[in-house]
């Protein structure tokens, strides 16, 4: 046994003998027989998932889900604001700068957990597709 593996099982039997483990949900119970542990990750996983904890990507995956709408109901705003406003007057183009701001705003944010997430998340399968920060400049600029 290495010494980093002795100290770790040193600090494990210490914080059993104080009884950090034993309020616990499900302990003392076995694990259920459909649920054989195939490696020391199913393992880790399943603590985590007893223990209502999710791996860092699935939290932000989590994260990122409830924050889409935010940014969508954004750009919906700016795309309703922008029909119904005249371009012509300054105080309405301002109001337009301000909603295109928001957007980005937002839209950088979301992006920021998105990056996280694809650097973190398993497979290049689970990527999420970013937000397109700039599509309204571009849309403006096209015309």
């Keep these: ?30 694990l259920a027989d459909d ?3 195939a490696d020391e990750e199913w393992l880790g996983n399943h603590v985590l ?11 932000l995956r989590k994260d990122i889900h409830s924050g889409r709408p935010a940014v969508i109901d954004a ?3 700016y795309e309703e604001a922008r029909e119904r406003l005249a371009l012509s007057h300054p105080g309405q183009t301002a109001i337009l700068n301000r909603l295109e701001e928001r957007y980005e705003a937002k839209a950088r944010d979301l992006n920021k957990l998105i990056d996280e997430h694809n650097v973190r998340c398993p497979s290049i399968v689970l990527e999420l597709p970013r937000f397109q920060e700039d599509i309204i400049r571009r849309r403006r600029s096209a015309h």
Excluded: C
């Design 75 to 77: 750009w919906h705003e």
């Design 1 to 30: 046994m290495l010494w980093w593996d002795r100290l770790i099982e040193d600090k494990i039997q210490a914080a059993i003998s104080e009884g950090a483990f034993d309020r616990l949900p499900g302990y003392g119970k076995r």
């Design 49 to 59: 998932h007893s223990n209502g904890v999710l791996p860092t990507w699935l939290q």
């Design 35 to 37: 649920l054989q542990p």
